[in-house]
Every structure is written in structure tokens, then in C-alpha cells.
């Protein structure tokens, strides 16, 4: 095992990390910006480095600042969180040049499955279905349309470096195409340095549903379950849960040893996921992407098997065996978690950065809060506006969800001009739609669509979702 870890990044994940480290005897080192230098993560952790200045640009995506971190601290390994530098192959190149253990998979792996195409391409061949789409890159904006017209509308583009719910446009008629193609493509240049685009049909009514997987350096894989994800705002998840509710979950079992053969088969190493789509309608499931780093949702995989992701991350990466098999991990009970970001549904959750001079934060059996928030805290605008994960665990889907809902009921966070998303989605989790299983990723852009006006709605309240009758997805 390490004797010492650098960890590259912030907030939440940052604290998460540092504990799991001293857990298992770690020394550790958190590199951070100008910005967070009081923050939890800081004062928690062995030692702290400044990086650089605020922006991420100059502290947290600093590649050369975070090496230097950790040569001079003496540090075998930097775990990177998610976000920022932890699917970023230069980044992992460079930690393998140098000598340090990045907690991830080798720099190849990460850089075949970050390219969309060439994941597609490698899933394709490992036998996991796919959406008709491109099999490699658009060369154009007509090459874009004459591929749209002829797998049919609605389509989706998307950024072949992308990730994050970012660089992805929907189509839904052919005179739309070549702006969208030119918009998505902008966008791809601007976020992640790489305009090339790929595309593939659009799923209106689908749910998202991913598998964990862990792999370690002798060849050994097994997955971890899988979560839905679907109740989304902008391609961004909100609400993450396991197991995957109202599905047949015979299938989902296969569809984990298909993940992981196809994960074995590309070289990965370490905690993965592998996102699908979800059709209800055709009860058939569609490879999206692989994500080379650890999810935001992570925990709730945790509360199901009782296996501390991290730890996993940290043993794999120095190079232990993983020391059980798939026929070893138990799933037990549903486990919710509801992301508390600093936004405002009722403004299009526009994020609302501020000090924060009221906390409360929910207790009780079975309750989880992943944060680094403490009262006198300014969250600054800056970064990712996500405070806190509340992660519930009960028997059933029910008690969870309204164990989750008492929970998000005592969650408090003021300031002047904060808002948070806590109220709206104890709203939304009291939709009959989400009460039944019967959601999928358009739920939210639905139902805010018909929610009262933003000058309708006091300032620091939530958007309140209208109730609608349950109908099958797709009806």
C-alpha cells in the first residue's frame, strides 16, 4: 500500500478521500487553489500544497503544479476524484512518465475509451448493443445529415471528447442539422479542446441505467451492481439509486458480465462505470460511454454491498488482487442518493454561490451526508455548485424513498441569496411517476415546462412539480 497520497481536487470528494486514506493508515496531501485554502478537505488531511490561484484553470487542471505537489511531498500516488483532471490521459501519460500511480486506468485505456468513437467502436466488439450512430467520427455538417437522414430523427450529437452532459445537442428534424452540428462542435472546441463530433439515434422516453465495475491489475473484474439515473436536469444527474427499480433485474445481471467482459477486454484497471441506455418500450439496453473515474453517485453502490469504493481504488492501484469474486458480493436493500447543489430550480437552477449562515444537515438511522460544508463557509462561484450528497439506505424502495424525503425535510442551507435544490427534489421524489418507477431522463425538463413562472415563485423557494397521472413511458 502507499505510504502517501496526493489528492487532486475539492470539496466533497476531496474530504471523502482523505478519510478513506487515514482509514487505512494513508498519509495524505491535498493540492488546492488560492480559493479553498480553509476549506474541510485542507484542515482534514496530513498536508496541503497551493496549486494556484482560484480558477481551475491554474490550480485543479494544473498539470505541471500538481506533479511538482507531489514529487516535492513525497507522494507514490494521486488520486484524482472526479471531475477536472481525472479522465485527462495527458495527465495520467505524464503521472506514468514521472513514476506516480494515478488511481484510474493506464493512460492508453483512458485515452481509447475517453474517445466516444473509439469506445464505441470497443464495445461494439465486445458485443454490447449500440444505438445506430457513426462508427467513426463526422467529417461535416452533411455527413452529419446524410447519417441523420438515414437512421431517422430524432438524433443526437455529441462531442467525441465529451462528458459531463456537456457537447451534446438533439435534433429532431433534418433543418436543424447543420446548425446544430455547427453549435455542438463550437461548444466541443470551447469545453474540451476536441470540435469532433459523432452522433447516434435519440431515445426520447429512456432511462439511464449504469454498471460499476472494478478491475485490478491481474486480470480480475467484477461489477457492482448498477443505478438508475435518470431523473437528470440538463443531462446532469440529480437523483441517483440501486438497484435499478422496475426493470427485469435477470437482465441487469447479464448486462453487468457484459460490462465487465467488455471493460477486461479494453485493459481497465481500477473503479469504472458503464453507462447504458434504457429503452422500456423495447425492454433493450444501449452502450452510452465509459466513465474512467469514480462517479458522484458512488455511494449508493456502497450502502447496497458494503464495499468502500476508495479503499477498492486505492488497494487495485497498488497493485493488491481484488481477493473475491462476483459470487462474494451481496446486494442488500435500495439505496437513494439526491445531490444538494446551490441552485435554483426556479430559475433555470441558476447557481447561487454565497455565504452559508444557517446549516442543518439530516441525521438518523441509515442516513448519509457526503459534505464540506460547515456555517461560515462561502461557496464560491468559481466551481461545480454541488455542497452536499445525501445517501439513504432502507429495506425497501419505499422506506428509502421516504426516509429520503424526511431527510431532504432537514436539510438547511441559508445565506443571503442561496437557494438550494433540497426542496424541489423532495418534490420530485413525491412524484407519482418517481413513486411508481415509471420515470425516465425527460421527467424533469417535463414538468418544469409546465411549473409556475420564476416572478411567480418566491426567491428562495423551489420549483413545486404539478402532479400528473401515471401513465406507461411512452404511452
Same mark, same amino acid.
Given at each position: 500500500?502507499?505510504?502517501?497520497?496526493?489528492?487532486?481536487?475539492?470539496?466533497?470528494?476531496? !474530504?471523502?478521500?482523505?478519510?478513506?486514506?487515514?482509514?487505512?493508515?494513508?498519509?495524505?496531501?491535498?493540492?488546492?487553489?488560492?480559493?479553498?485554502?480553509?476549506?474541510?478537505?485542507?484542515?482534514?488531511?496530513?498536508?496541503?500544497?497551493?496549486?494556484?490561484?482560484?480558477?481551475?484553470?491554474?490550480?485543479?487542471?494544473?498539470?505541471?503544479?500538481?506533479? +511538482?505537489?507531489?514529487?516535492?511531498?513525497?507522494?507514490?500516488?494521486?488520486?484524482?476524484?472526479?471531475?477536472? #483532471?481525472?479522465?485527462?490521459?495527458?495527465?495520467?501519460? &505524464?503521472?506514468?512518465?514521472?513514476?506516480?500511480?494515478?488511481?484510474?486506468? /493506464?493512460?492508453?485505456?483512458?485515452?481509447?475509451?475517453?474517445?466516444?468513437?473509439?469506445?464505441?467502436?470497443?464495445?461494439?466488439?465486445?458485443?454490447?448493443? !449500440?444505438?445506430?450512430?457513426?462508427?467513426?467520427?463526422?467529417?461535416?455538417?452533411?455527413?452529419?445529415?446524410?447519417?441523420?437522414?438515414?437512421?431517422?430523427?430524432?438524433?443526437? #450529437?455529441?462531442?467525441?471528447?465529451?462528458?459531463?452532459?456537456?457537447?451534446?445537442?438533439?435534433?429532431?428534424?433534418?433543418?436543424?442539422?447543420?446548425?446544430?452540428?455547427?453549435?455542438?462542435?463550437?461548444?466541443?472546441?470551447?469545453?474540451?479542446?476536441?470540435?469532433?463530433?459523432?452522433?447516434?439515434?435519440?431515445?426520447?422516453?429512456?432511462?439511464?441505467?449504469?454498471?460499476?465495475?472494478?478491475?485490478?491489475?491481474? *486480470?480480475?473484474?467484477?461489477?457492482? *451492481?448498477?443505478?438508475?439515473?435518470?431523473?437528470?436536469?440538463?443531462?446532469?444527474?440529480?437523483?441517483?439509486?440501486?438497484?435499478?427499480?422496475? &426493470?427485469?433485474?435477470? *437482465?441487469?445481471?447479464?448486462?453487468?458480465?457484459?460490462?465487465?467482459?467488455?471493460?477486461?477486454?479494453?485493459?481497465?484497471?481500477?473503479?469504472?462505470?458503464?453507462?447504458?441506455?434504457?429503452?422500456?418500450?423495447?425492454?433493450?439496453?444501449?452502450?452510452?460511454?465509459?466513465?474512467?473515474?469514480?462517479?458522484?453517485?458512488?455511494?449508493?453502490? +456502497?450502502?447496497?454491498?458494503?464495499?468502500?469504493?476508495?479503499?477498492?481504488?486505492?488497494?487495485?492501484?497498488?497493485?493488491?488482487?481484488?481477493?473475491?469474486?462476483?459470487?462474494?458480493?451481496?446486494?442488500?436493500?435500495?439505496?437513494?442518493?439526491?445531490?444538494?447543489?446551490?441552485?435554483?430550480?426556479?430559475?433555470?437552477?441558476?447557481?447561487?454561490?454565497? #455565504?452559508?449562515?444557517?446549516?442543518?444537515?439530516? *441525521?438518523?438511522?441509515?442516513?448519509?451526508?457526503?459534505?464540506?460544508?460547515?456555517?461560515?463557509?462561502?461557496?464560491? /462561484?468559481?466551481?461545480?455548485? !454541488?455542497?452536499?450528497?445525501?445517501?439513504?439506505?432502507?429495506?425497501?424502495?419505499?422506506?428509502?424513498?421516504?426516509?429520503?424525503?424526511?431527510?431532504?425535510?432537514?436539510?438547511?442551507?441559508?445565506?443571503?441569496?442561496?437557494?438550494?435544490?433540497?426542496?424541489?427534489?423532495?418534490?420530485?421524489?413525491?412524484?407519482?411517476?418517481?413513486?411508481?418507477?415509471?420515470?425516465?431522463?425527460?421527467?424533469?425538463?417535463?414538468? #418544469?415546462?409546465?411549473?409556475?413562472?420564476?416572478?411567480?415563485?418566491?426567491?428562495?423557494?423551489?420549483?413545486? !412539480?404539478?402532479?400528473?397521472?401515471?401513465?406507461?413511458?411512452?404511452?
Amino acid at each position: 500500500m502507499f505510504d502517501t497520497v496526493l489528492i487532486a481536487n475539492r470539496g466533497e470528494i476531496a !474530504l471523502r478521500v482523505v478519510r478513506t486514506c487515514q482509514e487505512l493508515g494513508i498519509r495524505t496531501v491535498v493540492a488546492h487553489s488560492a480559493a479553498d485554502r480553509d476549506s474541510a478537505a485542507v484542515r482534514a488531511a496530513d498536508e496541503s500544497v497551493q496549486v494556484g490561484p482560484g480558477p481551475s484553470k491554474a490550480s485543479y487542471l494544473n498539470i505541471p503544479a500538481i506533479i +511538482e505537489a507531489a514529487r516535492t511531498r513525497g507522494a507514490q500516488a494521486i488520486h484524482p476524484g472526479y471531475g477536472f #483532471l481525472s479522465e485527462n490521459a495527458e495527465f495520467a501519460e &505524464v503521472c506514468e512518465d514521472e513514476g506516480i500511480v494515478l488511481i484510474g486506468p /493506464p493512460a492508453s485505456v483512458m485515452a481509447d475509451l475517453g474517445d466516444k468513437a473509439i469506445a464505441r467502436r470497443i464495445m461494439r466488439e465486445a458485443g454490447l448493443p !449500440l444505438l445506430p450512430g457513426s462508427r467513426e467520427p463526422l467529417a461535416d455538417a452533411d455527413a452529419a445529415l446524410a447519417l441523420a437522414d438515414e437512421i431517422g430523427y430524432p438524433i443526437i #450529437l455529441k462531442a467525441v471528447a465529451g462528458g459531463g452532459g456537456r457537447g451534446m445537442s438533439v435534433v429532431h428534424s433534418r433543418e436543424d442539422v447543420a446548425a446544430a452540428y455547427t453549435q455542438t462542435r463550437a461548444t466541443a472546441l470551447a469545453v474540451f479542446g476536441d470540435g469532433r463530433l459523432y452522433l447516434e439515434r435519440y431515445l426520447a422516453s429512456a432511462r439511464h441505467v449504469e454498471i460499476q465495475v472494478l478491475c485490478d491489475t491481474h *486480470g480480475a473484474g467484477i461489477h457492482l *451492481g448498477a443505478r438508475d439515473c435518470s431523473l437528470q436536469r440538463r443531462h446532469q444527474k440529480l437523483v441517483e439509486e440501486s438497484p435499478v427499480p422496475n &426493470v427485469d433485474q435477470a *437482465g441487469v445481471e447479464e448486462l453487468g458480465r457484459s460490462a465487465v467482459r467488455a471493460v477486461l477486454a479494453a485493459g481497465y484497471v481500477g473503479a469504472g462505470t458503464v453507462e447504458f441506455l434504457y429503452d422500456p418500450l423495447r425492454r433493450g439496453y444501449y452502450f452510452m460511454e465509459v466513465n474512467c473515474r469514480l462517479q458522484v453517485e458512488h455511494p449508493v453502490t +456502497e450502502m447496497v454491498t458494503g464495499i468502500d469504493l476508495v479503499a477498492e481504488q486505492l488497494r487495485v492501484a497498488a497493485g493488491e488482487p481484488l481477493g473475491y469474486t462476483q459470487a462474494d458480493v451481496e446486494f442488500r436493500g435500495t439505496a437513494i442518493e439526491c445531490r444538494v447543489n446551490a441552485e435554483d430550480p426556479a430559475r433555470d437552477f441558476r447557481p447561487t454561490p454565497g #455565504l452559508v449562515t444557517r446549516l442543518g444537515l439530516p *441525521g438518523g438511522p441509515f442516513v448519509r451526508v457526503d459534505t464540506h460544508l460547515e456555517t461560515g463557509y462561502r461557496i464560491p /462561484p468559481l466551481y461545480d455548485s !454541488l455542497l452536499a450528497k445525501v445517501i439513504v439506505w432502507a429495506p425497501d424502495r419505499a422506506g428509502a424513498l421516504a426516509r429520503m424525503r424526511r431527510a431532504l425535510g432537514e436539510t438547511v442551507v441559508d445565506g443571503p441569496g442561496l437557494a438550494t435544490t433540497a426542496p424541489f427534489l423532495s418534490d420530485l421524489l413525491a412524484h407519482p411517476l418517481v413513486q411508481a418507477a415509471a420515470h425516465d431522463t425527460s421527467l424533469i425538463g417535463t414538468y #418544469l415546462a409546465a411549473a409556475p413562472a420564476p416572478s411567480a415563485v418566491p426567491a428562495n423557494s423551489a420549483a413545486v !412539480l404539478p402532479t400528473a397521472p401515471t401513465v406507461p413511458i411512452g404511452a
